[in-house]
């Protein structure tokens, strides 16, 4: 038998996760549209930016995608 769940509930549910990928400081400066140099000097202030291990950033798609949407928005 089928559970049901009212609506409001059914409304508060996230959307289904897509995979993030992320992204090196060459494909992350073009998405962005600045040199690799800004990305580097800005690494550690991006809200985007993941340390994997020491001396190796990678870049959330999702988190560029979210903090644009932010910037340009209001």
């Known amino acids: 038998m089928a559970r049901l769940i009212p609506p409001a ?3 508060a549910e996230p959307e289904p996760q897509t995979e993030d990928r992320l992204l090196n ?8 549209g600045v040199s690799k140099d800004w990305i580097y000097r800005n690494a ?9 291990s020491t ?8 988190g560029i995608k979210r903090w644009i949407k932010r910037r340009t928005s209001g």
């Open 9 to 11: 509930i059914r409304r």
């Open 25 to 32: 400081t060459e494909e992350t400066a073009t998405v962005l």
């Open 44 to 52: 550690r202030t991006l809200p985007f930016a993941l340390r994997i």
């Open 55 to 62: 001396g190796r950033v990678r870049y959330s798609k999702k």
